[in-house]
């Protein structure tokens, strides 16, 4: 049987089947008695293990089938649902995820899956499986390196920074005896000429001793291999040095469930008979869906994307020529038009739930590593955005929480000393107001200590002391949002590696958005991000400087005002003017951004009053046009990183209209 026509389909509901086993194991562990999550994860792994035989991918029917005899025990009383159980379930599901990805990266599915069968058969024989044995199957399985969202966001910032990466092996010599000094020495050879990204073994193993004679490192320097090589081997009882680059991780074709309304897309059968078996009697709406392949909705978006700037073009002639009926039917198509925005827009919205339904078994699995006690509750899981921005949102998360677990919150017995619940608690929560959807990450942990974050600052450069003693609490706070910057007293697998909050905010602002940290002291800390609900046609102020005309997108505009030569005062060498009880700089694009021919000859100046956070500054333009609904393109690759423009459009009359970036006019 022809297959291949069906892939995409297989790869969509494996991913969701992955998801309800997962989620469901989650569920098994807050609550073991109950047997309905046992029998959504039992009907998951089952129809998973059907799709995978008809597919033709013998290793995941082979662990599928295994994972499906252990719950088939638990099922039926015969085996306890420990905790040892339920780690090697989740390993065994992360496994499963790991070959599905290869499949859609059009691998064949294969992986090293025998050490997992060996434990799961071990249980299903009721031999006891230690949190040992556990350890040393995940170091066993994990001998391909995998870099996890995180790991892979540091590789390819250090790639844009023209940075080597590298995945080193070095092989120890068959009768070393003092393991974990040599490895000391090897890492400290390369951190003195850049940064460990992983270990495997991960680092304590390797203190222990606690492995054969091969270790694995992830690595990112600026020097050659050769270099590196000749190095580590001075190090004495080293037998070999392999060193390969790591290569780009493998773009995957993308499917998005399409539904009528928004609904949700699909209820397969384990979602059904979870409901029928909890006894829900309600009657489940029709709800006609299909799957479209993304390049496809892409194409779409690009074809609407001609038509608005035709749009533009249109609207403009019909002023001119002042003809009824043209402006009748091009006012009934402007109407028309925007409908089908509207469309092809939620379209293209995907739940954010998406991208939260990592979290919980990262958190789960960060919490042991980290002998903690921490409670993760998710909140507008529901939330839509682009799928552009659902694409590039993961790996912020992950490092954000990551921080909050390892730096944010206390272990248990610190938190009962201050008085507090043993249990810290992080929150993650996702909700719309206006055009823009806000994420926040929060915890009640021991906040941001402001006096080692200057200490650090003013070592690192980052600011001078005089600058320091001026600082607000705020802006102490955004200080760890710097390159490079890192309060960690040691390097960890979970943070700290020297790679700071940076990454995070580089990749938000790319988007659109920004982060904001609100801290207090022995309390703890929220990230606030806001990010636009789509990137492709944005509403901005068109305004002039000069002969050339301009875009302020209206997301960050508070209001417009006129104000007189003689209004503005000069404070400390800077401009300012007055703006409700306060006073705020100008910024006049004309010098920033050197247009030539910008005399303003009017009586008053024209200002556009824009916000970033807390921050406000006022504009100042030669004259204002009004608000139209643009279309953002990119300057392409020959013109990246222009400082104050973060785009361009096409109007109407088919001129070239540069976007500023408001964002980096006002930091």
Known sequence: METSQYLGIFIDESNENLQTINDGLLDLEKDPTNMEHIEVIFRAAHTLKGMSATMG??????????????????????LPASTNLLDMLLHAVEKLEEMVGDISSGGDGKGVIQPILDQLKAIEKGEDVSDDSVASNQDVTSKELTLDSFEETVINQAKAEGLHTYHLTIQLADDCLLKAARVYMVFEIL??????????????????????QQFDVAYVTSIEQKEITDKIMKVSE???????????????????????????????????????????????AANKTIRVNINRLDALMNLFEELVIDRGRLEQI??????????????????ISSDLQSIILNMRMVPIEQVFNRFPRMVRQLTRELQKEIQLDIEGAETELDRTVIDEIGDPLVHLIRNSLDHGIETPDVREKMGKNRQGHVLLKAYHSGNHVYIEISDDGQGINREKVLNKAIENQVVTPEQANQLSNRKIDELILASGFSTADEISDISGRGVGLDVVKNTIESLGGTIEIISEEGKGTTFTIQLPLTL??????????????????????IETALIKPEEIV????????????????????????EVPDSANESAYESVIIVRKGEQVAGLVVDSLIGQQEVVLKNLGNYLTNIFAISGATILGDGEVALIIDTHSLIK
């Open 57 to 78: 991918y013998e290793e995941l029917t082979t662990l599928t089938h295994q994972m499906e005899d252990v719950l088939d025990l638990v099922r039926n009383n015969q």
């Open 191 to 212: 951190e003195k000429e850049g940064e460990i990204i992983k270990s495997v073994p991960s680092v304590e193993v390797l203190e222990n001793e606690e492995f054969d």
């Open 238 to 284: 080293i037998k070999q040095v392999s060193i390969q680059p790591i290569g780009n991780q493998k773009q995957t074709e993308r499917t998005e469930n399409i539904g009528i309304n928004q609904e949700p897309t699909k209820l397969d059968s384990t979602t059904k008979e979870a409901q029928e078996n909890s006894g829900s009697k309600r009657k489940q």
């Open 318 to 335: 019909a002023d001119e020529m002042e003809h009824n009926d043209l402006t009748e039917t091009v006012g009934r198509m402007t109407r």
């Open 536 to 557: 492709s046609i944005i509403s901005v102020m068109l305004s002039t400087i000069g002969n050339e005309t301009y875009a302020v997108p209206l997301s960050t505009i």
């Open 570 to 593: 000069t404070v400390q060498g800077q401009q300012m003017m007055h703006f409700r009880e306060s006073v705020i700089p100008l910024i006049f694009l004309r010098d920033v951004l």
